[in-house]
């Protein structure tokens, strides 16, 4: 990366540099939860998708739904990571109202997948951050605290439900890599399809660690670690506080504490939430009652047979194939949906026009409309219609912005607007030839200037002609036609 | 026909096949004997009214092909039985009511057999007298005020006064065998995975089975072949192929090599546990076995090993009774006040033990020098076992170190309390299967038991061996029915 794209926060002739690391929790896209059959359905009433498993009533056993490791180990795939062969479940004890065990099932000391790598596109050029490990986990339910003024309520809907975490290596250095990173994380297993990446339904969550040190230091600093945070903005800004917050301490010649904090989104700042000496100690041990997890050969070869083409490898084949800019690709790639659309539209029409159409016009609409492209007005089908229009010279550029104003409106075949509309190009040259004519007649004064020498003028004469056409002129034509008249 | 209480299973289900006796008849001879035996305290929760109900559905409609035809069978209260309050022996669970069945009780009722009712146990199977069970001591019919053993004390106790015909309990380390040679029974812990632990109460889970307890080694076979089972329930259980255990039970044991191993000839060894033991040995001789010498060279490992592994599990496993969601709840003030004083009100002393020592070994900075060192002993112990067995095909040992004690006599010594299970431990630490049958009695006429342990999954060996020494051993227990009220 360029020297003066570094994210660094100055002090005094000093500047820090900041040090991320990221612990994603990520649900697994699954019919049924880690241990149970039940349902994981979001926003069922409290307590409907809840089995005796899930509750830890006395002598209920967990059975691993196998379809959650098949997740776990695609996803090391799309990581490019190393899928170990066996790995171990272990209890994380703790007591809490919403922990119907008493315990959390996790991976400790031997997750399922090891090392792997996320790339990501920065403004200035490719960065690889390193993943550490991908382990499986139980969700906990949920208490809820503002419903019954003397009461916790608990709802175990959640409890039991699969996550990945993913824990990355110190490897973010601003909040702008945060942001690709997640969104990057998030489009591999959207791909895969095997984590929705819905924040708002808290399928993605991550608790992020962030320490300070001076500019050129080789040392980590002393980090604290920032608990659940459920969007990107809300990390950015709990970066930046807490990396100024610890900025601060060493500036006054403090030390920081190693400590788990909590960020307050109101008042933009992290406080504390317990200290190192405070630390759980969660008493990790293998689950006597799941046997260590095995995973054969065959099982990851199959799995990877299933792959599907990921970001990294189409962005690849965009550029390569249909000569996108590494920009353009970017874009087009960085969501699974987008780039069906896209894959789409192109089957049947031009790839620059259709690049152009879904990056400016497609975007700015779902952007006004804050809409996904999976809920675009426009179906592939008749913006791949709309270029092949402009393509084949029905209709202009300009009237076609005017034909996609109203496709907008439910979306409508643009072939019926441009009939009904009389929107077609004028491309016959008799016509256009006509028009012309009666635009030099009308304006000899600005033709005597133009043979004198103005070139300039050239501009006014198309002007004029597609005024006259009432914009329909096709202009390559009246280009054409424009200089044989003024130039013979 | 001798009284229907005092038959074997063998012989009531023969009654019951040959149309001599109903099932509405044994039923109420059971709970009858029941009604009149409340001092022995064997009974947590009965299930009488319902039992006489089911019964009399099955005498109507009798199906002859089940193994266990309309044959009424009180189980361990470890066990959870679907509308039948499962207590574990603790006032944590006193008020809780399955909505669902064991996979091992759910055996037994498929294959015909009826609940009587819970029996008492240790609170959550800790214990080796059966004294610390919430709802109170259970009587030795051996003999007044002195322990069953535990923690399946209410079950030795109703199978040896003849207030079920057999039962199962559970044994996680010795929890079935010390009991049974406290009580002249056999009972017999089958290899971990062979019996499917969902639904049971779990103590620790590692160590933890299920298994028949019974007057005799055929009974027992035919209990083991109907609880035994693979269940994708629990991820523990293994699926092989189980024998037709009383079919292919036979006396037959000429050539077995039968090992002795040395280290359990431990200090201090009342004579007569000694004397047991040769009698042991030269009845094996004169079935045809052949003895051999062996060395199990980490026995003396073996209970401080248990005593990290099994507390380390439990004060995890026992997490989940917090008040929160079933069972006894001591209200507080906030979240912290009402789990301290649910625990500390809803377990017994015993417990609380083992949940502190469970924790202790499991903390950070403690954890490498016991759990971790606990299991590489463990596997050292398993090692044992596979060295000898690759010379011999079952191994002979007393199956504890005395006779039943009196009530009390331990309560306040919990070390030698847990010495009881010195000679049963090992063989849970291993996963193999261990059978005690009665094989005298000591100078208070007290029963004492041998134990014959197997390779794993071989049930059927271990079967034999002790059918044929317990022809040999002709073993009786005399017992007054001293505790009958009227």
């Known amino acids: ?488 | 026909m001798s009284d229907i209480t005092s038959q074997s299973l063998f012989e009531l289900t023969s009654n019951i096949k040959e149309k001599k006796l109903s099932s509405g008849e044994i039923t109420k001879a059971f709970i009858d004997r029941a009604e009149k035996s409340k001092k022995l305290n064997v009974y947590v929760t009965d299930n009488f009214e319902k039992a006489i109900d089911q019964s009399k559905k099955f005498d109507s409609n009798p199906n002859f092909d089940l193994k266990l035809p309309g044959i009424p069978i009180a189980v361990k209260d470890l066990f959870c039985t679907n509308g039948v309050r499962t207590t574990a022996g603790s006032k944590i669970l006193n008020n809780f009511i399955p909505t669902y069945e064991s996979t091992v009780t759910q055996n037994l009722w498929s294959q015909g057999a009826i609940l009587l009712g819970k029996l008492n146990c240790d609170e959550f199977a800790m214990g080796s007298s059966n004294e610390t069970s919430f709802f109170g001591n259970v009587q030795n019919p051996v003999g007044e005020n002195l322990v069953p053993g535990g923690s399946s004390g209410g079950s030795s106790a109703a199978v040896a006064a003849n207030l079920t015909p057999v039962t199962i309990g559970t044994d996680t380390g010795g929890s079935i065998r010390q009991p049974a040679s406290f009580t002249g029974t056999v009972g017999l812990k089958p290899t971990y995975g062979s019996c499917s632990r969902y639904g049971i109460v779990a103590f620790a889970s590692s160590l933890d089975q299920a298994g028949p307890m019974t007057k005799n080694v055929r009974d027992c076979s035919m209990l083991l072949e109907v609880i035994s089972s693979f269940d994708q329930k629990d991820s523990t259980s293994i699926d092989y192929k189980r024998n037709h255990y009383s079919k292919e039970l036979s006396k037959d044991i000429k050539g077995k090599k039968i090992g002795i191993p040395k280290e359990y000839r431990v200090d201090n060894m009342p004579d007569e546990i000694e004397q047991l033991w040769k009698n042991g040995i030269s009845y094996a001789k004169d079935c045809g076995a052949e003895i051999i010498d062996i060395s199990l060279p980490h026995t003396n490992y073996a209970l401080p090993t248990y005593y990290i592994v099994a507390p380390a599990e439990a004060s995890s496993n026992l997490a989940r009774y917090d008040g929160v969601k079933y069972g006894f709840r001591s209200p507080g003030q906030n979240l912290i006040e009402m789990y301290e004083k649910t625990r500390s009100e809803g377990f017994g002393d015993e417990v609380k033990r083992r949940i502190m020592i469970g924790t202790y070994v499991l903390s950070s900075g403690y954890y490498d020098a016991y759990y971790l060192k606990a299991q590489k002993v463990r596997q050292l112990i398993k090692k044992d076992f596979d060295d000898a067995f690759s010379k011999v095909d079952a191994i002979l040992t007393p199956s504890t170190p005395s006779s039943a004690f009196k009530i009390g006599e331990k309560t306040n010594d919990p070390v030698s309390m847990y010495l009881n299970d010195i000679f049963t431990v090992p063989i849970n630490l291993a996963g193999l299967p261990g059978i005690s049958i009665p094989a005298g009695k000591d100078k208070n006429n007290y029963p004492l038991g041998l134990q014959v342990i197997g390779k794993p999954f071989d049930e059927q060996n271990i079967l034999n061996i002790s059918y044929a020494l317990e022809d040999k051993i002709n073993f009786k227990n005399d017992i007054s029915d001293w505790w009958l009220s009227e």
């Open chain 1, 1 to 488: 990366m360029s020297k003066n794209s570094e994210y660094l926060i100055e002090r005094e002739n000093k500047q820090y540099e900041v040090i991320i690391g990221l612990e994603v929790h990520a649900q697994v896209t699954s019919e049924s939860k880690l241990f149970s059959q039940s349902s994981t359905k979001f926003g069922a009433e409290p307590n409907t998708q809840v089995s005796l498993v899930d509750a830890a009533f006395p002598g209920m056993l967990p059975v691993i739904n196998e379809f959650c490791i098949e997740q776990a180990i695609k996803t090391g795939i799309g990581l490019k990571a190393k899928i170990n062969k066996k790995s171990v479940f272990d209890r994380k004890n703790y007591f809490y109202a919403d922990l119907p065990q008493g315990y959390q099932i996790s991976q400790y000391k031997y997750p399922i997948v090891g090392e792997g790598k996320v790339i990501l596109d920065m403004p200035n050029g490719q960065k690889e951050i390193g993943i550490e490990r991908l382990h499986l986990e139980q969700d906990a339910g949920k208490s809820i605290h503002d419903i019954d003024p003397n009461n916790t309520l608990v709802d175990l809907n959640r409890s039991g439900v699969a996550l990945m975490e993913i824990v990355s290596k110190p490897d973010l250095r601003s909040p702008d890599e945060v942001n690709v990173y997640i969104k990057k994380l998030r489009s591999i297993m959207r791909y895969l399809g095997t984590c929705d990446g819905n924040m708002q339904e808290g399928s993605l969550r991550a608790d992020v660690n962030v320490s300070v040190r001076l500019k050129g230091e080789t040392e980590f600093g002393t980090r604290c670690e920032i608990k659940n945070v459920n969007s990107i903005k809300f990390m950015q800004m709990a970066i930046i506080s807490e990396a100024n917050r610890q900025i601060d301490l060493l500036e006054e010649g403090k030390d920081i504490d190693q400590e788990t904090r909590l960020f307050d989104t109101k008042r933009n700042e992290t406080r504390s939430m317990r200290s190192k000496e405070d630390a759980h100690d969660y008493r990790y041990f293998p689950d006597p009652d799941l046997l260590p997890l095995e995973i054969s050969q065959e099982l990851i070869e199959k799995i990877k047979s299933d792959i599907p083409e990921l970001p990294d490898e189409k962005k690849k084949r965009f550029i390569d194939k249909f000569n996108l800019s590494p920009y353009e690709a970017t874009i087009l790639v960085s969501d699974i949906e987008t780039s069906n659309f896209f894959e789409e539209v192109i089957k049947n029409s031009d790839v620059k026009l259709a690049t152009n159409w879904i990056t400016g016009e497609l975007f700015a609409v779902l952007n006004e409309k804050n809409l996904e492209i999976s809920q675009s007005p426009v179906s592939a089908k008749n913006l791949s219609k709309l270029i092949n229009l402009i393509k084949d010279g029905t209709i202009s550029g300009k009237i076609a912005k005017t034909v996609f104003e109203q496709m907008i409106d439910g979306d409508q075949d643009p072939l019926i607007i441009v009939k009904e509309k009389g929107l077609k190009q004028e491309s016959d040259p008799k016509a256009i030839e006509e028009l012309i004519n009666k635009v030099i007649e009308n304006n000899s004064d600005k033709v005597a200037e133009y043979k004198s020498g103005k070139d300039k003028l050239f501009g006014f004469f198309v002007g004029q002609a597609m005024k006259e056409s009432k914009g329909k002129g096709n202009p390559q034509l009246i280009n054409k036609i424009l200089k044989e008249k003024l130039n013979g």
